[in-house]
């Protein structure tokens, strides 16, 4: 199924890239590159389409990560034993008038293309999947499998026929909300708080329309009143695809013990993000908030996601200008990134709150995510190292990978098929 290389494990350990490992590391690393060779992998979360939909990148070639600000290519995939993973259709919150809700759909209907487009000209080595039975067929033939969801309710506005249109071209599942509130509903990192107490009465309509399409109902960055008014409404598993556990780090992003226990009681699964900030408490820095400040004040916006988002905005020389002032304050002052130790801290933690059967992995890569021995796709071994050498069986970790979130897949198009044949 994959092309990963052992001897590089190797390798890679003598060098001190992987996590340590104890006294028996080659017994455990053959057995971690076993599994990982013959478990499916998904990542349910990463921004690549950012990339596309500017041109000029390359997904077919192995990209360096750092040079590019990259995350995600084919060549890491296969390197790292990734066989599918979840593009975004990402869009960060705009005005909310029928003229902002026109352009944020126009803006994403484009980011479609950009990934049709990708997949019609890469077609030897990727292809799109919309049930995990594509997925499967898929990676038998050695491609890439490529499944789509959509950030951000904001492009669908007040219509609810859109949720239709991004499910019939290829989107499976789509995070209600981003930073900041919508009309759908409260964002758990709105600085001006809470506008419903969790859904508005629209929302709770695009909730009823999700589950008749099949369409899984994605609560990461979603306030902790929607996310208990989601779980109330739905009448299906929903997922967290990028989230993690705010017992073991303490952010408005991520999800209590109490969220864990409802959302194991639906049936849903907590996908873990690696971005740091969620992943660990990481001790600011003053010169590079200060710097990055500036950068973004300067092209008049207020954080990195939405200086990625006005690129394609800009004349070409100032596109690379931003992107080098930005790439410069991170070479000057690089962030402290949590580790794959850190991150499985996050797995065994909600393993003992609800159960192996409830959790897998949203990296949240080309978005932010990032460790210090898990920068990119092609170092996603590195995790089924950490979690053999924790004592997962080889049954836990295929659920980890795919098995868990594909049973809520699964679920999510029952629950269509169910409700057609009622009528």
Not at 244 to 268: E, F, Q, S, V, Y
Request: net charge neutral; aromatic share 8%; with cysteine.
């Amino acid at each position: 199924m994959k092309n990963a290389l052992y001897s590089t494990l190797l390798t890679c350990l003598a060098m001190g890239f992987l996590p340590a490992l104890g006294q028996d590391d080659k017994a455990l690393l053959k057995k971690a590159h076993k599994i990982h060779d013959k478990a499916f992998t998904v990542d349910t979360h990463a921004d690549t389409p950012m990339l596309l939909s500017r041109g000029g990148f390359d997904v077919t070639k192995d990209n360096d990560a750092r040079a590019t600000n990259s995350k995600v290519d084919y060549p890491r995939m296969k390197r790292g034993g990734l066989d599918a993973i979840f593009w975004a259709v990402y869009l960060g919150q705009g005005p909310r008038t029928p003229e902002g809700h026109e352009t944020a759909k126009q803006k994403a209907l484009g980011i479609f293309e950009a990934v049709n487009k990708t997949l019609a000209t890469t077609a030897s080595q990727a292809e799109l999947a919309t049930t995990p039975e594509d997925a499967y067929r898929i990676g038998k033939t050695g491609k890439r499998v490529i499944f789509i969801g959509v950030e951000n309710g904001y492009p669908m506005g007040h219509d609810i026929s859109m949720l239709k249109k991004f499910y019939d071209l290829g989107a499976r599942y789509m995070t209600l909300c981003h930073s900041s509130n919508n009309d759908i509903c409260d964002s758990s990192t709105d600085p001006k708080g809470a506008e419903y107490q969790g859904l508005s009465p629209l929302g709770e309509q695009v909730v009823a329309e999700m589950n008749r399409l099949g369409m899984m109902i994605d609560v990461s960055h979603v306030s902790d009143s929607t996310f208990y008014d989601v779980i109330r409404l739905s009448k299906v598993p929903i997922i967290a695809s990028h989230s993690g556990a705010k017992a073991i780090c303490d952010h408005p992003r991520n999800i209590t013990d109490d969220m864990l226990r409802a959302l194991a009681k639906n049936g849903g699964v907590i996908q873990l993000n690696l971005l740091s900030d969620y992943v660990k408490a990481i001790p600011p820095s003053p010169e590079r908030e200060a710097a990055m400040k500036a950068v973004f004040e300067k092209w008049g916006v207020t954080d990195r996601r939405a200086l990625m988002g006005i690129l394609s905005k800009l004349p070409e020389q100032d596109q690379q200008k931003a992107r080098a002032e930005f790439m410069d304050v991170n070479k000057k002052f690089p962030v402290q990134l949590a580790t794959v130790k850190d991150a499985v801290d996050h797995i065994d933690h909600i393993v003992k709150v609800i159960g192996i059967d409830h959790v897998g992995m949203g990296a949240d890569f080309d978005g932010g995510g990032a460790l210090a021995d898990c920068f990119d796709v092609s170092q996603y071994e590195n995790f089924t190292i950490e979690l053999v050498r924790r004592g997962y069986s080889k049954k836990d970790i295929e659920k980890i990978w795919s098995g868990n979130f594909f049973r809520v897949m699964k679920a999510a198009e029952k629950g269509k098929a169910q409700e057609i044949a009622s009528k």
